[in-house]
Nanobody
Framework: QVHLVESGGGLVQPGGSLRLSCAGF????????MSWYRQAPGKQRELVAT??????NYAESVKGRFTISRDNAKNTIYLQMNSLKPEDTAVYYC??????????????????WGQGTQVTVSS
């Protein structure tokens, strides 16, 4: 059985940084595209960043501030978030997709989801 477990969320001031981690159990990472989504209160879940075969893609709202990376040996992906803004406040989810021939952008492309970790950016 596959599990994804996020960690690293918390409260940070505007302009600060956080690094989220997503540990996978059950060998999900081999051959999977991995993404970070987020969902703010009252809003739809939003695709933030994807890493597929070493290629990364980002939402326009986080380009230049967030970096997604993966360590397949540790079955872990990361989201380094810098220059955080109040509008980055959301629950962040990692997700795994077997789709690698194109960038998986739809939620139905993803087989596995973590439980989410809260990120709050506030002074």
């Amino acid at each position: 059985q596959v599990h994804l477990v996020e960690s690293g969320g918390g409260l940070v001031q505007p302009g600060g940084s956080l690094r989220l981690s997503c540990a996978g159990f059950g060998n999900i990472f081999s051959g999977y595209a991995m993404s970070w989504y987020r969902q703010a209160p009252g809003k739809q879940r939003e695709l933030v960043a994807t890493i597929t075969r070493g290629i990364t893609n980002y939402a326009e709202s986080v380009k230049g501030r967030f970096t997604i990376s993966r360590d397949n040996a540790k079955n872990t992906i990361y989201l380094q978030m810098n220059s955080l803004k109040p509008e980055d406040t959301a629950v962040y989810y990692c997700a795994g997709s077997p789709v690698t021939s194109y960038r998986p952008i739809f939620e139905h492309d993803y087989d596995y989801w973590g439980q989410g970790t809260q990120v709050t950016v506030s002074s």
